[in-house]
């Protein structure tokens, strides 16, 4: 059994976005009530997420700080290397969670290895939890087999009406582990959808929103990415808004499998 930790819903995501407009979209988000922020040292804006939280003047505590450690710092030192550096970038003394961006392309680096590198992480207090992001079901039972498999909180994967990721998804919350949702809006297709655009009508709500919905629905923490106050707000709101099961049922239907995310150095993805 994993640790279960609390992921406030919903994050916000900071990939792609840098400098001034990711600063300007965290101090928004943190004003309309976000209480949880995600990064990667890969997203190269470290430094402006720590400067927006700071100067956001919200006690850290209050602040859950996701970032992720990439695959080209996985062996020996690495891992313990890495997250020192992505805190002296944030300027903070911890994250809230350290997820492991992709699993070690080819095992390169053996799991046993970088898992518990993180596990020490946390021992050592640079992190409050651990997790994973990217990883199959095969992946996840090799994790669990480890000693540093009880601390993983999340897994963090992609998922939005297009991309169900039904069995992974099941089989993580089957084995404890909560299940992270990332681009629950596939970067803007879902918003293109008709079912979509017709369950919305019916809520007087957007789009965006009954896919953020659908998402949580499901039992997933949603860390949709957004520079604009007012879809930050109608983010916030969508999980308000509860979808029928007949609505939910409908979208299970738009699942085809499409990912967004899907670099050469991916795992072989679960059907
Ligand atoms: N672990 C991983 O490997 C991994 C991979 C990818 C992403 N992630 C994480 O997941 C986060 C989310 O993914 P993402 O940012 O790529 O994609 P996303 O959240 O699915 O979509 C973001 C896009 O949707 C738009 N949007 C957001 N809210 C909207 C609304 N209410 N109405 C209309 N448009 C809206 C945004 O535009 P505006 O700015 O105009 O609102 C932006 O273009 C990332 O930022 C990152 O933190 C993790």
Redesign the pocket.
């Given at each position: 059994m994993s640790v279960s930790i609390a992921l406030p819903q919903p994050g916000l995501?900071?990939?792609?976005l840098q400098d001034d407009v990711v600063i300007a979209s965290v101090k928004s988000a943190l004003e309309l009530g976000y209480r949880h922020i995600?990064t990667a040292a890969m997203y190269d804006n470290e430094a402006a997420v720590g400067r927006a939280i700071s100067e956001s003047q919200i006690p850290r505590e209050e602040i859950f700080v996701t970032t992720?450690i990439w695959f080209d710092r996985l062996s020996g030192e690495g891992v313990i290397a890495a997250l020192r550096e992505s805190l002296a970038k944030l300027d903070m003394d911890y994250v809230d969670l350290a997820l492991i961006?992709?699993p070690s392309p080819d095992n390169e680096v053996p799991m046993a290895e970088y898992l518990a590198a993180l596990d020490k992480a946390r021992e050592m207090g640079l992190t409050r939890a651990i997790g994973v992001?990217?990883f199959t079901i095969a992946q996840i039972d090799e994790a669990l087999s480890l000693p540093a498999g009880k601390h993983i909180a999340t897994n963090?994967i992609?998922v939005?009406p297009l991309l169900a990721n039904s069995k992974l998804v099941q089989h993580c919350q089957a084995k404890g582990i909560q299940v992270t949702g990332?681009?629950?809006?596939?970067?803007?297709k879902v918003?293109d959808e008709s079912v979509i655009q017709n369950i919305a009508a019916q809520h007087n709500a957007?789009a965006?929103?009954v896919a953020l919905a659908w998402v949580a629905s499901k039992g997933i923490t949603v860390?949709?990415?957004?520079?604009?106050a007012d879809?930050q707000k109608?983010?916030l709101d969508a999980l308000d808004l509860t979808l029928t099961a007949e609505e939910v049922a409908q979208i299970d239907q738009l699942d085809r499998g499409e990912r967004v995310?899907n670099p050469p150095f991916s795992p072989v993805w679960d059907q």
């Open positions: 995501g900071t990939f792609r995600d992720k961006h992709w992001s990217n963090q992609e939005h990332y681009m629950p809006l596939a970067v803007g918003m957007s965006a929103q860390i949709p990415s957004s520079t604009k879809h109608a983010n995310a």
